[in-house]
Every structure is written in C-alpha cells, then in structure tokens.
C-alpha cells in the first residue's frame, strides 16, 4: 500500500486522532504490558504528556503546528499544568520559546545573515494548506478576511557538498590539533553557507564544550538535536546537560524527545521519571517507572523507587504487589550466577543490599527488598505473612531454598546460633520478633531480641524503638519501659518520643507519678503537644489533683478551638500574592502576548493519597470517640478528650465548600456529578486527566473522607451532646447550626428537624430560655396553625425570671397576634383552623404579661371552642382571679365567683388528682379562705401517706406529685405559723420537708 500523503494523513488522524489500542500506535510502537504491574497500560507511560511534539525525520513529513484554532473557534480549553505551559509562547509550538531563545543566540553567533532559528529549521508549504482548505470545503483564497499562518514544514538535512564537507574536514583536524579558533572560522564558513547542515552544527558544539564554554555548546547542541530529531542519544545527552544548569524543564523536553525517538530509552525514562518526581507530579513519575518494568521487567532498582511512591501515596497494597511479583518472579525463574553482575550493576546498590549478611546466590529479592517488604506487611497487620516472606527469602538468598526440614519446629530454631540460618540480618530478626509478639508468641519473640540486647543501642535506636511499640501493642508494659530505658541510655535516642512512650506504659502500670514526671519533661520540650496534656490530665485526675487537671484541659479546649478557625490572611501575604500572579513576558525576538500563570494543578494521585489519608485519620478518630462517649457524658477527662477528636473531625466537613452553597436551595451533588457536566476538549482524557479536575472525588453520594453521611451526622449530634454537658452550649449551636445548614442534610426533612430538636435541648439543658424562644418559634413558621407546634412552643420553657421575660416578651406577643390574625381570615374559608391552642397560647402570654382582662378575652373564645379542656378551664379560673385580685378591678366578687366556678369545674374534669387538690387549695390560700385551703392541701398529703385509699401517688423523687406533696406541706406550715400553731407547723416541715 502507498504511503498517505501529508493531507491524507491529517485528515485521517481528524477523523480518529487515537487509533485503536491508544495512543502509542500513532508512533508505530505497541509496548507490551506486564503482569508485574497491574492497571497501568504501557502507553501512559509513553511521552504523551509533552503538548505539540510530533513524529519528526530527516525526510522533513509535514507537521500541524497552528492548530487552526480560527477554523474550530474552540473557547473552553483545558488548564494545563506548569510543564504544558512552557511549551507555548514560541513561533513553533514544536519548540519551546527558551529553547527557540537559545537557538537564536547560537545562529547570531554564527552571523546576523542567518536569521533566526525557526528559518533554519523550517520552510513555508502554502501548497499543503491549500489543498487541506479545499478538502474542507473552504474558500481558500484572497477573498478570506481571517489571516492564517502559513503551514510551515521541516526542512530536509542537507548533504554536503564536496568542498564544504572538505571545509568541515579541516575544521575537525584544527579541533583534533586543539587549533580551536581556526575550527570555529570554518564551521562558522560552513554554516553560513549551509545553515541546516548537522554535521557542522555538532562538532561546533564539541568544540566549545571542549573550551569549557557549557551554555553555548549547549545552544548549538539544541540546534544540531532540532536537526536530527531521531538521535536519542544527543537528546539524552542534551537532557543531562540543560540538567546540570538548572533549565529542568528544559531538561524535561530533551528527555521527552529521547524517549519519542527511542521509546525503549530507559536511562531517558528514568531521568524523567525523577524530574517528575522533583515537580511533584508521582502519577507521571510512576507512569515512567511502570513503562521501565514492561521493557525491563523486576528490575529491582525500579521496583523499589516505584514502592517508595506508592507509600508516599500511601497505596501500601500496591507496594506490596510490587515486591510479592519479584519475589513470585525469584521462585519461578532465578537469576543464573553468571546474571548477578547484570542485575546489579552498581557495587553500592549491592553492598547496600546485603544488610551485612551474606549473599550466596543472586536473586531479585535481596536482604533490604525483605525488609523493605516485611516492614509493609507488618504496617499492614499482615504478620503472618511477614513471617512467610523473611523465612522464604532468607533461605532463598542462602541458597538453601529446598531446606523444609526446620518447619517441624515451631521455636524458630533455624535462626539460632550454629544452624543455617544463623547469618540472617539483624534487622530481619528482629522483625521475625516483632511478628511473633503480634502472634502471641512472645517466648520465641525473646529468643530474636536477645541478639538485639547485645547491640549497641546507638547503632540500631530504630529497631529498639520498634521492640518496645510491640509490646505495648500487645499491653506488655514492663517489657516495654525496660526497652525504652535501653533507650534512654543513649543522647542520640533518648527524646520526647521515648519518654511520652514511657509515661503511658507507667500509667498503665499504676505508677502515675512517674508518668506525671514523664509527661511533663515532654511538655517542656514540646509545649504544644495536646495528646500529652489530655494525657497528663487523666494522670493528674487519678491522682486527685484536679486543679491541675482542669487547668490542662482549659489549654487544651483552646488549642483546639485556634485549630479549627480558619487561617487569616495578612495584607502583606495577600500582597505577595498578587505580585506572584502578575503576568511575565519573555522576550523572544517578537511581541509575545503576556498571560497570567495558574498556579500548578496538584498532582491527581497525591491529592488521592490526600484524601485517603483524611480518611484514614477520621476513621481513627471517629472510632476513638465512639468508644469515649459513654465515659465522656460523666468524666471532664474523657469529654475534653472526645471534643478534641470531634472537633478536628467536624472541621473537615466544615470546610468542605461543597457542603455550603452560596444559595441555599442548591442540592447536594457529588463531585463526581459536577464532573460530568464539564466540557472535556483533549483528544485523550487519559493524557491530561491531572487538568480535568481540581480535586479527587472525595465524597459520594452515601460517604465523605471515610464516613458516611449518617456517621457524620451522628459526630454533629453528638459533639452537640458531650458540648452541652461541658457547659460549652454555643460551641453545641453552632457544631448543629452547621449541620442545619450544609446541603447535604437541610434537604432531608427528618434531620433538618430533629437537628432543629436538639437546638431546643441543648438551649433547655443550659438554661437559655431567649434562644429557647427563638428555636421554637422556627416549629411554628415550619408548620404554621399546627396544634403541636404551639404545645411545644409552651412545653419548652423553663422557669425563672428570665424564662418569663422570653416567654412574654413584646416580639413573641406580635408574632402570635399575627398568627391569630392569619386564622381568623382562613376561618371564613376553612373553619377547621379555628384553632383553641393558638387562641389559649396567646391568652398564657397575656397572662404572664399581666393583661389579665385581655386574656380572659382570648381565654373565653378558646373556652367556646374547646369548653371540656382542663387547661383552659384552668387558665380561665387563673385570670379571673389574679384580675379580681387588682384594685382596678370593677367587679372583684364576680371575678372571683368566675374564678372559682372554672378551678372547680377543672378539679372535676381531672377527677380530683393531688395536682388539682393543691391547685384549688392554692386559690383558696390566695383569696384568704385557709380553712379551705387546708382542706385540699390534706388532700394532697393524705394521697402521699396512703390515708386516701382513691388516690395513689408515686412517692419516687422524680415524680411530679411528690413535688405537690412538699409544696402543699410548707404551705400548710405558713398557715398554721400565723393562726400560732408552731407545733403542727413545725410536724409538717419535719415529716415532709426535711431531707
């Protein structure tokens, strides 16, 4: 089949930019992938993150270089990353504009005559936009207003002539004689004459490297490399040399172009897998990594660089896989002795590798990468399996690897002195110790760690440290605080770490003035360290000394609440900020337009590792809390401790801006929603992916950050609760106004109201009769005319002067005189909401306002509404009397009469209960009729005594009735003081006052 032609070939690439398999068929490469590393494919590894770069030869193939972006008028292009960005600004969008910079320096160099780079490097080919404007339909003519560049293809690499290529002889001679002066005369001569011409561009370059002139043999490398894109190894070495100057992402381009000439280049792939590294960008770094394993498979070197980002990822399994494959790959297929040389070409690499032990056979998996391994697994819990793996290995390095008769001991003889296994690392024995602790095999654990005692602590302080953990873990604690004692032996290891290590094995172990000691040498060097004051609290609690106690917690709360608020910024930062985003603009020979620099996007994969660990961390703390809170909703300790885990919980979710649109309607949508409603533009998500979003998908539609949303609607409720106790009630309204207010939960009725229920206890529990008020008010807007609305408008209210002051206050009586007006105009079209509770609920306000007529007023329309309700026969008898009782009254003995005809009428209706006997005594006492007061105040005593026989009162301390009988036995003691019976008075003080 004939070779397409440059606009068959374009429009081709239009109509499918990717052919099928990916993006690494477009260079003609496919890269096998490998079981060694699983869900990454090996062409997302391969160059494609390098904007612009097209396959280029000497034969000059044409290249799209403008975009044409008047033809496809695309306005919503993708933000691009730091690295993306230095490839834009230069006449060639093939050529950065510092490199391009670079070249024209090297071609003024040369001659003024020359021009600049880009007329070297290119030539105009109107024929081919011609023709690609007519294939489109396009009027391709003068008659067009809008300019369009000129196509611009490579230029062919010129051969020689014989005389300039005799001139390049001699220059090559005068180089090799060291005559360097005359040399750069003639390749000047030549270049002048043949401005593309390879040859005498390169051995320009090797001259003044040779003068020791680095940056222009740098600049006339470039132009030599732009000659012959295809020679991998002057772009490698062009990399290595932009490099050592500092130019890294100059450095990034050459290595990128290596790798696009020799997709195979690992040195050129492993160099930029460490820049990448260095710009923070780990998903591309691994990328580059992964695609070394599939030409290069177990190579170990990179399998542990490629471990150690996963761990900073904190993706602990894939390291793992990682090193489980290559010890999979030892089993299955050696290394042949002749072989170890070449896997381990480094002598340092090898030394290292030893642990100081001997190697006596090569293998993949060496001491370290065990270790390396068995470190995860222990990290991970997995003790067993790091038992397997060091017992696998080390024989496998010692060349014993069919040696299974030690596995019919269950002591871990083989490593003892003597037998085979004798010249294991100590490192690895010790984690064998480790892992038997674990495992609940501290005897065989004793035996490895004795080793370890003959060490110096100096020389193995990490491994020591390491003991002493486990057998706290496993609550050893002697064992442990005689670990850490070692370690306070020696200057280099003896620290806080240590020490807060031994404060909590002496706490443990009943010895808390030791701990308290610990612990406050610990907050000498580390003042601010909340975990050891919660710590020395609890100590100093179990010692009695609560002062000291209750002062630490004090600074604790404090330090929480300064973690949580939201950091200012300063003018002067703000400032800096600024001046950071002004634009820049690079001279490059032409007016450049200026734009302003973002700021590089985070990497994808450590934003993911971010998340992960929030989550990890909320996790914690989320079961730490759980596990407090019954001990918190009694011990000051335990809350402060539970507040601090759940304040630094909630402030997570707090500023999610996710959570708290700025309308409050908006509903609650999953990043990953809004993620679908983007316009994408790039040709292949998987090559920008790091531009598409600004952050991972933390959340769904059930989770955020490692909880679901009911868990973390369960830490506002109860952060609000233990809050409350600790008499913290705003920090309680304000962690449940704002649940009240995130999306994710003000659009779910059952929770906005019950968020709204606990306000109202917190607000009871501390006594806030004002906010009471206020939060039950929000219930009758929610559900206006509603009979439950209004009873718990009036059942909320706590007693005291101020709970009457909020009760009656002239805000609360208008809003319930515009909530009877609403009524009334309903009533004319839907009588049922004529509504006696709103009318007797406003008539309780006017009483308490001592409006008494007025409340009669409302009190009577309630009565012909509802004339059987006790509570408003009740009210009615109340204001009839307190009205009869004031000297403005026209009628006294008719208000009375009304008075005492209602109380009557409710004493019957509730059928005479202790209640209504002291209700009715106290109206009798009120209006000077004792005898028959002291009647029904008997009455209330005779239930409690048992003298009744009809009426049974519960004499428990939490009944309301027993409160009945001590009120009616003191008033009963005020009336017999004043008619001079001291004796009866003082018989009712002792029998039914007295605690």
Not at 398 to 423: H, K, L, M, T
Not at 834 to 843: E, I, P, R, T
Request: net charge negative.
């Amino acid at each position: 089949m004939a070779e397409a032609g440059p606009l068959e070939g374009f429009l081709d690439f239009l109509q499918n930019p990717f052919p099928e398999g990916g993006p690494s068929n477009v260079h003609g490469v496919r890269l096998q992938s490998s079981d060694a590393v699983g869900g990454v494919q090996p062409w997302e590894a391969a160059s494609w993150d390098v904007p612009g770069e097209a396959d280029e030869d000497a034969e000059g193939e044409s290249e799209d270089e403008d975009g044409d972006q008047d033809m496809n008028e695309q306005e919503d292009q993708p933000e691009q990353d730091e690295h993306s960005r230095f490839y834009q600004g230069a006449e060639d969008e093939d050529i950065p504009a510092d490199i391009g910079r670079q070249m024209d320096e090297a071609t003024a160099g040369v001659g003024a005559e020359l021009g600049d780079h880009a007329g070297i490097l290119w030539e105009e080919d109107e024929d081919v936009m011609m023709e690609l404007g007519e294939s489109m339909g396009e009027n391709w003519g003068p008659k067009r207003k809008k300019s369009r560049k000129k196509k611009r293809s490579r230029r062919k690499r010129t051969d020689l002539s014989d005389a300039l290529a005799e001139v390049v002889g001699h220059a090559n001679v005068a180089y090799t004689m060291g005559n360097y002066g005359e040399a750069i005369k003639l390749l000047h001569d030549v270049i002048r004459e043949s401005p593309n011409a390879y040859q005498a561009w390169a051995t320009l370059a090797m001259v003044h490297d040779e003068l020791g002139d680095a940056q222009k043999a740098l600049q006339t490398y470039l132009m030599a490399a732009h000659l012959s894109p295809k020679d991998a190894e002057l772009w490698r070495r062009l990399g290595g040399m932009s490099k050592k100057l500092g130019h890294m992402d100059q450095a990034m381009y050459c290595y990128s172009k290596a790798i696009r000439a020799d997709p195979t280049d690992v040195d050129s792939l492993w160099e930029r897998a460490m820049l990448y590294r260095k710009k923070e960008l780990p998903t591309k770094a691994m990328n580059e990594l992964v695609a070394i394993l599939n030409i290069i498979p177990d190579n170990m070197s990179v399998t542990k660089e490629l471990a150690k980002l996963y761990l900073e990822l904190n993706d602990v399994p894939k390291a793992i896989e990682l090193f489980e494959t290559a010890l999979y790959a030892d089993a299955v297929t050696p290394l042949p002795p002749d072989d170890a040389e070449a896997e381990y070409d480094d002598e340092e690499i090898v030394a290292n590798l030893s642990l100081g032990a001997r190697q006596a056979v090569p293998v993949r998996v060496g001491y370290e990468e065990i270790n390396m391994l068995a470190e995860l697994y222990i990290e991970s819990g997995e003790y067993e399996l790091a038992l397997d793996a060091i017992l696998i290995a080390v024989r496998r390095i010692q060349g014993r690897s069919d040696d299974d008769r030690w596995n019919q001991y269950d002591d871990d003889r083989e490593f003892d002195a003597g037998n085979p296994g004798e010249s294991i690392p100590l490192e690895l024995r010790v984690k064998r110790g480790i892992c038997f602790v674990h495992t609940d095999r501290v005897h065989v654990a004793m035996k490895h760690f004795k080793w370890l005692y003959e060490a110096r602590v100096e020389d193995y302080g990490e491994l020591y440290f390491d003991v002493g953990e486990a057998f706290m873990a496993k609550g050893f604690y002697a064992d442990a605080v005689k670990v850490f004692e070692l370690l306070t032996s020696s200057e280099e290891s003896d620290g806080p770490a240590v020490w807060t290590k031994m404060g909590r094995c002496y706490r443990n172990l009943g010895n808390f003035e030791a701990a308290a000691e610990l612990y406050t040498s610990v907050l000498e060097v580390t003042p601010e360290d909340v975990d050891v004051k919660l710590a020395l609290a609890e100590v100093y609690e179990e010692m009695g000394d609560e002062d000291k106690a209750l002062k630490l917690l004090a600074e604790v709360d404090e330090a929480a609440r300064h973690e949580t608020q939201p950091d200012e910024i300063s003018d002067e930062d703000a400032n800096a900020s600024a001046e950071e985003d002004e634009p820049v603009a690079e001279n490059t020979g032409e007016m450049i337009k200026t734009r302003r620099r973002k700021p590089q996007q985070p990497d994808r994969a450590v934003l993911l590792a971010e998340e992960k660990e929030r989550a990890k961390e909320n996790r914690t703390w989320y079961r730490k809390a759980a596990a407090l809170y019954e001990k918190a909703r009694h011990d000051k300790i335990a809350r402060a401790e539970y507040l601090l885990n759940l304040r630094k919980l909630l402030a997570r979710f707090q500023n999610e801006k996710i959570f708290y649109p700025s309308e409050r309607s908006t509903l609650f949508r999953t990043l990953n929603n809004r993620l679908h409603t983007r316009k994408h533009n790039q040709l292949d998500d998987n090559i920008n992916e790091d531009a598409q979003v600004d952050r991972p998908p933390a959340l769904d539609s059930t989770h955020f950050q490692g909880l679901t949303f009911e868990e973390w609607y369960d830490c506002f409720i109860k952060f609000a609760t233990i809050a409350t106790i600790d008499a913290k009630e705003e920090d309680a309204q304000q962690a449940l106004k704002s649940a009240f207010d995130a999306n994710v939960f003000y659009h779910d009725t059952v929770k906005m109201v019950r968020l709204r229920l606990h306000m109202i206890a917190a607000a009871v529990y501390a006594g806030n009769a004002l906010r009471v008020t206020e939060l039950c008010r929000w219930f009758c807007n929610y559900k206006p005319l509603n009979n439950d609305m209004y009873r718990l408008f009036s059942a909320m209210q706590c007693g005291g002067s101020e709970a009457v002051t909020a009760y009656a206050g002239g805000h609360v009586a208008k809003y319930f005189q515009r909530q009877v007006r609403l009524m009334e105009a309903q009533v004319e079209t839907n009588p049922e909401v004529n509504n006696s509770v709103l009318l007797s609920l406003y008539g309780h306000i006017l009483l308490v306002a001592r409006s008494y007529l007025s409340a009669i007023g409302y009190y009577l329309r309630a009565y012909r509404l509802s004339p059987d309700d006790p509570l408003i026969n009740f009210s009615l008898g109340v204001a009839h009397l307190h009205r009869g009782m004031q000297r403005k009254s026209d009628n006294r003995h008719r208000h009375i009469m009304q008075a005492m005809t209602f109380l009557m009428r409710y004493h019957e209706m509730v059928g005479g209960t202790p209640e209504a006997n002291f209700n009715v005594g106290r109206a009798f006492h009120q209006i000077g009729l004792t005898s028959l007061a002291v009647f029904h105040y008997d009455k209330v005593l005779a239930a409690f005594d048992g003298r009744d026989k009809s009426m049974e009162v519960d004499r428990s301390e939490d009944v309301v009735e027993f409160h009945f009988v001590r009120e009616a036995a003191y008033n009963l003691h005020l009336i017999y003081a004043s008619n001079g019976s001291v004796g009866l008075a003082q018989l009712m003080l002792r029998d039914y006052c007295t605690i």
